[in-house]
């Protein structure tokens, strides 16, 4: 069954998991048959449920388990529900993995290709160019975002920017909060992955805003396990991940709603060179 043919009670209740600040995770992961999935919360609710879905359907149906969703409010507070253990299954951005990490977990694989971030403006707007944003007002995702913040900050550097000072940043938390932000003119310029404009909902909406500069290539959001997760199910899920055939129907329906073309199986080795460009940022100094 398709993850789309799911009634509107089905839905209530995947948004209830998605952000009910509570639940009863003692039981939950006591029960072999449950594995929490947590979505870092970079999107809306409804968003997420489109994009992650039918994966978890998917799994559900190859591992006999059942795939629960679930994310939080914020960034902070989901980092603090994966350090608690809440969830089995993750897929997060490498900057809160590099945090989580030592909390005992780690990456079993990855999306393909890479993507990039970007700053977009406006089609009417002025600014043409990244010495523009000097005075301007920016909607970005977080501090604990790549492409959603800290790409800009060397490129801001290099023109003799400060952007502590003559940029002035607003953290909106989720990539559609940032692009209607851009839209209804609240902001000058908005940071986000640029795959983001490819989603169905914004489709229209990518025809009115121009993209000023990019990042460098950026990994895919790693998936992630509990180091104490069983091996059987750690295997299971990764040869369910990637079996998945763009050639296949209702593979690359599953693929194109993560906006990945393929997912292999991967460690935290292959997110090792990306750590050494982004360590020294601001956001590794917070707890």
């Known amino acids: 069954m398709s993850f789309r043919s799911v009634g509107i009670f089905g839905l209530i209740l995947v948004l209830f998991v998605l952000i009910s600040p509570m639940s009863c995770p003692a039981q939950e992961n006591l029960n072999p048959n449950i594995i929490k999935f947590g979505i870092f919360p970079y999107k809306t609710p409804k968003t997420i449920i489109e994009m992650y879905g039918p994966i978890a359907t998917h799994l559900e149906k190859k591992l006999g388990k059942q795939i629960k969703i679930s994310s939080a409010l914020d960034a902070?507070?989901?980092?603090?529900?994966?350090?608690?253990?809440?969830?089995?299954?993750?897929?997060?951005?490498?900057?809160?993995?590099?945090?989580?990490?030592?909390?005992?977990?780690?990456?079993?694989?990855?999306?393909?290709?890479?993507?990039?971030?970007?700053?977009?403006?406006?089609?009417?707007?002025?600014?043409?160019?990244?010495?523009?944003?000097?005075?301007?007002?920016?909607?970005?995702?977080?501090?604990?975002?790549?492409?959603?913040?800290?790409?800009?900050?060397?490129?801001?550097?290099?023109?003799?920017?400060?952007?502590?000072?003559?940029?002035?940043?607003?953290?909106?938390?989720?990539?559609?909060?940032?692009?209607?932000?851009?839209?209804?003119?609240?902001?000058?310029?908005?940071?986000?992955?640029?795959?983001?404009?490819?989603?169905?909902?914004?489709?229209?909406?990518?025809?009115?805003?121009?993209?000023?500069?990019?990042?460098?290539?950026?990994?895919?959001?790693?998936?992630?396990?509990?180091?104490?997760?069983?091996?059987?199910?750690?295997?299971?899920?990764?040869?369910t991940l990637s079996a998945l055939a763009p050639d296949k129907p209702e593979a690359l329906e599953i693929l194109k709603s993560m906006q990945v073309k393929k997912i292999v199986v991967a460690t935290d080795a292959d997110y090792d060179q990306f750590l050494e460009q982004i360590k020294d940022t601001d956001y590794f100094g917070k707890p």
Not at 120 to 134: A, F, H, P, T
Not at 180 to 188: A, C, T
Not at 207 to 216: A, L
Not at 227 to 237: G, L, P
């Open 76 to 239: 902070n507070s989901f980092l603090e529900k994966a350090r608690e253990g809440e969830y089995d299954l993750l897929l997060l951005p490498l900057l809160q993995y590099y945090k989580l990490r030592p909390s005992g977990y780690k990456v079993i694989a990855q999306g393909t290709p890479p993507f990039y971030g970007g700053a977009i403006v406006r089609m009417d707007s002025e600014i043409k160019s990244v010495e523009q944003l000097k005075g301007k007002k920016v909607a970005a995702i977080g501090d604990f975002s790549y492409a959603g913040y800290y790409f800009l900050l060397p490129q801001l550097e290099a023109r003799g920017i400060d952007p502590q000072k003559e940029v002035e940043f607003q953290f909106l938390g989720k990539v559609d909060t940032v692009i209607y932000g851009v839209i209804n003119k609240k902001y000058d310029a908005g940071l986000l992955r640029l795959d983001a404009l490819d989603l169905h909902d914004f489709i229209r909406i990518r025809e009115q805003v121009r993209i000023i500069t990019i990042s460098p290539e950026i990994p895919q959001f790693p998936f992630v396990v509990k180091n104490s997760m069983d091996k059987s199910t750690i295997t299971a899920i990764q040869e």
